[in-house]
């Protein structure tokens, strides 16, 4: 089964940038899905985006034009950049991997936009 450890997260301004990462423990080109999710504060988690094996994105609509999901099979890594951060993108963002056998997530890492 692989593990995924997500990175990236921070304290950021409104209007501002991060890149999430998210590394596998192994080839990540047999892992046919991979997504980002997040969950707010008394909220459920959500998906935000995500990429298959293939390179097909989907993205939530809050986030459309936003922000953009990646993945290099090198690196058995997958990305989450995000631009013009809004304060209601503050979230504990989660990495998801599914293949055949397992479906992995992470701890998350903490995103928070405040002024």
């Known amino acids: 089964q692989v593990q995924v450890v997500e990175s990236g997260g921070g304290l950021v301004q409104p209007g501002g940038s991060l890149r999430l990462s998210c590394a596998a423990s192994?080839?990540?080109?047999?892992?046919?899905?991979m997504g980002w999710y997040r969950q707010a504060p008394g909220k459920q988690r959500e998906l935000v985006a995500s990429?298959?094996?293939?390179?097909?994105?989907t993205y939530a609509d809050s986030v459309k034009g936003r922000f953009s999901i990646s993945r290099d099979n090198a690196k058995n890594t997958v990305y989450l950049q995000m631009n013009n951060l809004k304060v209601e993108d503050t979230a504990v963002y989660y990495c998801n991997a599914r293949s055949s056998v397992s479906n992995s997530w992470g701890q998350g890492t903490q995103v928070t936009v405040s002024s």
């Open positions: 990429i298959t094996s293939g390179d097909s994105t």
């Open positions: 192994r080839s990540i080109f047999s892992i046919y899905y």
